[in-house]
Antibody, heavy 119, light 111 residues
Framework: EVQLVESGGDLVQPGGSLRLSCAAS????????MSWVRQAPGKGLEWVAN????????HYVESVKGRFTISRDNAKNSLYLQMDSLRVEDTAVYYC????????????WGQGALVTVSS | QTVVTQEPSLTVSPGGTVTLTCASS?????????PNWFQQKPGQAPRALIY???NKHSWTPARFSGSLLGGKAALTLSGVQPEDEAEYYC???????????FGGGTKLTVL
């Protein structure tokens, strides 16, 4: 069974940093693209970033470029999102998601981690 | 800025049929956008329903189908059940930016 468990969500001040982690199990982690998706309170879904199986390719939504960094450790079956220069508008539940071969994006989801940016 | 547009809300009667659409501000949605569809119920993580236009996951009920329709991606529910009441999101791929963009979501009410 595919399992994705996010951790690291917290309350942080504007301008601060936070690192989210996603522990994966139940599948061969190194075989799949992985993504982060966020959802602000009461709002819709926003795709944030994804990373290739070997970490050699990373893509971001424009609003987080230069501030967020997606990475992975295939030996630890873990996905990360380093978030710097956080803004109030980054407040959201952050989901970790796994792709499917054949243009299936974000097929399996974790339960999410809440990040609150507030002074 | 690329915008993906969905109907904000739709209402359907139990047993009825409804089609949700997904449009791109860049023009017609074609196979190269690889549309995906998701269902989200309150307090839950999203659940994937359809990938790459019309491919179902093993857990996707048969009454859900995906297509391209009139320059948009479409999700059709046939024989709607009360449990289909939820928010539905489409997701499109933009190859130039190598990025995915979600639509704003459609709140489907079964009444």
């Amino acid at each position: 069974e595919v399992q994705l468990v996010e951790s690291g969500g917290d309350l942080v001040q504007p301008g601060g940093s936070l690192r989210l982690s996603c522990a994966a199990s139940g599948f061969t982690f190194s075989s799949y693209w992985m993504s982060w998706v966020r959802q602000a309170p009461g709002k819709g879904l926003e795709w944030v970033a994804n990373i290739r199986q070997d970490g050699s390719e990373k893509h971001y939504v424009e609003s987080v470029k230069g501030r967020f960094t997606i990475s992975r450790d295939n030996a630890k079956n873990s996905l990360y999102l380093q978030m710097d220069s956080l803004r109030v508008e980054d407040t959201a539940v952050y989901y970790c998601a796994r792709s499917l071969v054949g243009w299936g994006e974000c097929v399996y989801w974790g339960q999410g981690a809440l990040v609150t940016v507030s002074s | 800025q690329t915008v993906v547009t969905q109907e904000p809300s739709l209402t359907v009667s139990p047993g009825g049929t409804v089609t949700l659409t997904c449009a791109s501000s860049t023009g017609a949605v074609t196979s190269g956008y690889h549309p995906n569809w998701f269902q989200q119920k309150p307090g839950q993580a999203p659940r994937a329903l359809i990938y790459n236009i019309n491919n179902k996951h093993s857990w996707t009920p048969a009454r859900f189908s995906g297509s391209l329709l009139g320059g948009k991606a479409a999700l059709t529910l046939s024989g709607v059940q009360p449990e289909d009441e939820a928010e539905y999101y489409c997701l499109l791929y933009y190859g130039g930016a190598q990025a995915w963009v979600f639509g704003g979501g459609t709140k489907l009410t079964v009444l």
